[in-house]
């Protein structure tokens, strides 16, 4: 087969007063079905036969957000640094930095993704800092363009 033409795959055929009907089914979003006659472009053997052909969709990318770490007066530095290392995969270095931007800026941004891991980071660090008795928050905001 040439290109991105693919034969029907799913079909069954029911004779109905001598006329052979094809019945297709298309279950998967981004098919269209053809007629292959229409199209010069695409030699596959037989006039007339049906392909199944892929649709070029535009898909966007997801939107991002980003995760922000906020200040507090009581959790402890090194607790900070420890929740960024093990949460963000941060080095001990950036993990120093991004804590002294939180306490001296009140906020820093710890990283930017997807809506869903975004939100797991944030809920990661609040249970993390619950369990530890801890008041630290972090939230997950969409991220400005």
């Known amino acids: 087969m040439k290109g991105k033409c693919h034969t029907a795959m799913q079909y069954s055929e029911n004779i109905v007063d001598s006329l052979d009907v094809i019945h297709v089914h298309v279950d998967h979003p981004g098919f269209v079905i053809r007629n292959q006659s229409d199209d010069l472009e695409h030699d596959h053997g037989g006039d007339g036969e049906l392909v199944l052909e892929r649709e070029k969709l535009a898909v966007k990318p997801p939107p991002m957000y980003r995760v922000v770490m906020l200040d507090d007066d009581f959790t402890p530095m090194d607790f ?33 993704f997807t809506r869903d891991v975004a939100e797991t980071k944030a809920a990661q660090v609040l249970d993390y800092a619950r369990e530890h008795q801890h008041p630290l928050f972090c939230r997950a905001e969409p991220q400005e363009e």
């Open 80 to 112: 900070v640094v420890d929740a960024l290392q093990q949460f963000f995969g941060f080095s001990r270095e950036k993990a120093t930095e991004t804590m002294l931007k939180v306490h001296n800026q009140g906020y820093a941004v710890c990283g930017i």
